[in-house]
């Protein structure tokens, strides 16, 4: 069974930045692709980053995908206290001919 | 303006049946897989599967395989999530995103519906 890991949460101060990790131990990122989505409490995930590092029009510049051959990586840089939210990583499973999320990252603001 | 708009919350008791409704605007229905993703209360995403609405081409999850029906109606530009013999456990928001991408190679879910809550209780 693959899985997509993700540390369950991240805290930062205003206008630090931080990042988030997703890993799995049956990919080999350096091949597949990546999406990163953003969830408020109480409202439908909102997608941020696809194919590893495109971000929609509408997402600042402030988010950003990255990835090595061993995990992605979302980046927030001056993070701010509408960011806090749940963020989840995704990808395709060719074994499992499934899409998979991770668990998701709770983001706190300090 | 893309939009996924989703049928309302349901409470529904163990065994019953319902289907969530998700009716799509602003682009071109036919030209894009609709996904369905579970989550349950305060747990995180599951994807259930996608269908093909020119087509009814359905992909699911094996996790959801044989226990969910994706049906689509293109001339109303809606797809539907059936969900039979409902269990507590199947208390959950329900999502319908579209999907972009290509099935077993890349994906993204852009827009999502608001979701649906079900609640199954006796």
């Known amino acids: 069974q693959s899985v997509l890991t993700q540390p369950p949460s991240v805290s930062a101060a205003p206008e630090q930045n931080v990042t988030i990790s997703c890993s799995g131990r049956n990919f080999n990122f350096a091949k597949i692709y990546v999406s990163w989505y953003q969830q408020f409490p109480g409202t439908a995930p909102r997608l941020i980053i696809y194919d590893n590092d495109k971000r929609p029009l509408r997402i600042p510049d402030r988010f950003s995908g990255s990835r090595s051959a061993t995990s992605a990586t979302l980046g927030i840089t001056g993070l701010q206290t509408g960011d806090e939210a749940t963020y989840y990583c995704e990808t395709w499973d060719f074994s499992l001919r499934s899409v998979i999320f991770g668990g998701g990252t709770k983001v706190t603001v300090l | 303006e893309v939009r996924l708009v989703q049928s309302g919350a349901e409470v529904k008791k163990p065994g019953e049946s319902l289907n969530i409704s998700c009716r799509g605007s602003g682009y071109l229905f036919t030209n894009y897989w609709i996904a369905w993703v579970r989550q349950r209360p305060g747990e995180g995403l599951e994807w259930m599967g996608l269908?093909?609405?020119?087509?009814?081409?359905?992909r699911y999850s094996p996790s959801f395989q044989g226990q969910v029906t994706m049906s689509v109606d293109e001339s109303t530009r809606t797809a539907y999530l059936h969900l039979s013999r409902l269990k507590a456990s199947d208390t959950a928001t329900y999502y319908c995103?579209?999907?972009?991408?290509?099935?077993?190679?890349?994906?993204?879910?852009?827009?999502w519906g608001q979701g649906t809550l079900v609640t199954v209780s006796s």
């Open positions: 269908i093909y609405p020119t087509d009814s081409d359905t």
């Open positions: 995103a579209r999907f972009s991408g290509s099935p077993g190679v890349l994906s993204w879910f852009d827009p």
